[in-house]
């Protein structure tokens, strides 16, 4: 079961944003303020409100510590606050004074991204105020980012609807069409699934829109097939535009509000509907989980932030469905790495891995060495054109060793395409 235990009602405008650190909430608002609250016992801060932003303030987040909150705001500022004493700790001014709709800490608290109305993202030197890199997206505003766990990319979401995957030097790894009529947050799950450091590491990443609808995608980096973003799933259960998600400490669960005025929580192992909330009474703008408690906390356009607990049994039911799914890919067993193969699109391999018994730590261990010896896979990178021209002829070997390919399956080198595209910016006059 999940109840509603506290409801605050302290903002005069619409509720944008909520976030939790270990020991507080804060909500931002229409209303230009930011709001901090004791998780105790959910009574407010006497240094709140936190007043500085001249318009709306649309997304606030706490560094990884909780001991710095980041707001931002239609005003073009990103301001840094002390949470324990309300001070502002810098202003930082986005380049072009675009209203800034949305910020978040890199998990080392590092690095603080802004994304703003004009297509612009920048990193900021979240210990000099700095600015570090821009970037920027052809179309659209940006209104979604997170970081992966691990810190070493970030996504953003655009209201033209494209997830945009950049590196921690602002070069840009990927960008692909995601929700017809645009992205309105996106959220990854903070525990990664991972095979291994120098294997396959898969992280789960949730994005909704303005399209109805709630998708699951998994970011995968591998030594052999470099950088992918893979749709996985989509999320059934809302009417109308869903304005917000976000995975659970744990990542056992998946929550999502909407302009429909409900909130729905998954089970993101099963991806069933474990609860339907429906106290808002107006469209729902944000939902955010506690760190470590079984917490969650929805903003609206009710002016109202509603405060939910878990019980056991909740949290229980999502995790025990956990045991029939094997995440980590060393416990893999040959039919999951088949599996694997076929959601690449790598159906034509599927033959030589049964062949040499490949399974989960099989997997892990194979390099390009290994492909070309053990399993007689190419392992050269060719123009796609040539080789399908050279396969066309009917040759069934390899233009560099001359041995007979068991497969013509061509496989992208990602890693390759993604060095030339950096080298191509670098050198772009």
């Known amino acids: 079961m999940v109840k509603l235990i506290h409801t605050l009602a302290d903002h005069s405008d619409d509720v944008n944003c909520c976030a939790f650190s270990f ?94 109305a004009d297509g612009t993202v920048v990193l900021w030197n979240a210990q000099s105020y700095k600015l570090y890199r821009c970037g920027s ?48 947050c996106c959220n990854f799950s903070s525990q990664p699934v991972s095979g291994g450091e120098q294997g396959l590491q898969f992280f789960r990443l949730a994005s909704c829109g303005q399209d109805c609808q709630v998708k699951i995608w998994v970011v995968s980096f591998t030594h052999i097939f470099g950088f992918e973003l893979k749709y996985k799933s989509m ?15 744990d990542g056992q669960m998946l929550v999502s509000g909407s302009v429909d005025k409900s909130v729905i929580v998954y089970d993101t192992n099963t991806e069933n509907i ?10 729902v703008t944000a939902c955010a989980f506690a760190p470590h408690t079984l917490l969650l906390a929805t903003g609206s356009m009710d002016k109202t932030v509603n405060i939910w607990q878990f019980d056991l049994e909740t949290l229980c039911q999502a995790r025990s469905s956990e045991g029939h799914l094997k995440q980590f890919t060393e416990d893999w067993s040959e ?40 399993l007689k896979i190419d392992g050269y990178s060719y123009e796609k054109e040539a080789m399908e021209n050279w396969i066309r002829t009917k040759k069934r070997t390899s233009p560099m060793t001359n041995l007979v390919l068991p497969s013509v399956v061509l496989t992208p080198n990602r890693t390759l395409k993604m060095a030339i595209n950096r080298w191509l910016e670098t050198h772009q006059k």
């Open 23 to 116: 020991s507080l909430l804060a909500t931002c608002s229409l209303d230009k303020t930011i709001r901090l609250y004791s998780l105790s016992d959910f009574t407010e801060l006497p240094h709140s409100p936190l007043k500085f932003h001249t318009y709306a303030v649309h997304c606030c987040c706490f560094s990884p510590s909780g001991h710095i909150l980041a707001s931002c705001s239609t005003d073009g500022t990103t301001v840094l606050w002390n949470t324990e004493n309300g001070q502002t700790l810098a202003v930082m001014e986005q380049p072009s004074g675009s209203p800034v709709r949305v910020c978040q800490f890199s998990p080392d608290s590092t690095c603080l991204a802004s994304g703003a």
């Open 137 to 184: 997206v052809k179309d659209g505003s940006l209104v979604a980012c997170a970081f992966s766990p691990n810190g070493s990319f970030f996504v953003t979401g655009s209201s033209c609807g494209d997830l945009t995957v950049w590196d921690d030097k602002m070069r840009c790894l990927h960008s692909e069409k995601a929700h017809d009529f645009g992205i309105t």
């Open 235 to 249: 999320l059934s259960g809302h009417c109308a535009p869903v304005l917000a998600c976000a995975f659970s400490h």
């Open 274 to 283: 474990l609860h339907t909330l429906t106290q808002h009474t107006r469209y």
């Open 335 to 374: 039919e999951d790495v088949s599996t694997w193969l076929c959601a690449q699109g790598l159906k034509d391999l599927v033959g030589i891995f049964k062949k040499n018994n490949i399974d989960g730590k099989e997997l892990l261990n194979l390099t390009k060495e290994s492909l070309a010896d053990d």
